[in-house]
């Protein structure tokens, strides 16, 4: 009964239908130049941009959780930043709140 597959399978029926599609896009801080060159010759970059990562350590069954209202946590970070910013601008503008 404490199968994680099957733990696993309702976790993924519990997904918001809020949420959308989730893209993440890694930047491996490489120039065009540089990954084409890794792409044709890895042995020719060194230093930084030798990728030095271990492949065996990716764990593939790490999922982001959401938050409020489907929110991934830097939209949410966006929102609880803009939210208290125009609080900040309408008390400084009102002359309530002074900086």
Do not use: C
């Not at 918001?16 to 065009?32: C, I, K, M, Q």
């Not at 044709?40 to 030095?52: D, I, M, T, V």
């Amino acid at each position: 009964d404490r199968d994680p597959s099957k733990w696993a399978a309702a976790a993924k029926t519990r997904q918001s239908p809020l949420a959308g599609n989730v893209d993440y896009v890694f930047d491996d801080g490489l120039t065009v130049i540089e990954r084409k060159q890794k792409a044709k010759l890895p042995a020719f970059l060194s230093g930084s941009a030798k990728s030095q990562a271990d492949t065996s350590t990716i764990r593939g069954d790490l999922v982001a959780d959401k938050l409020l209202f489907g929110l991934d946590a830097d939209r949410f970070q966006l929102l609880f930043i803009a939210i208290f910013g125009l609080l900040a601008l309408v008390g400084s503008l009102s002359g309530t709140v002074t900086f």
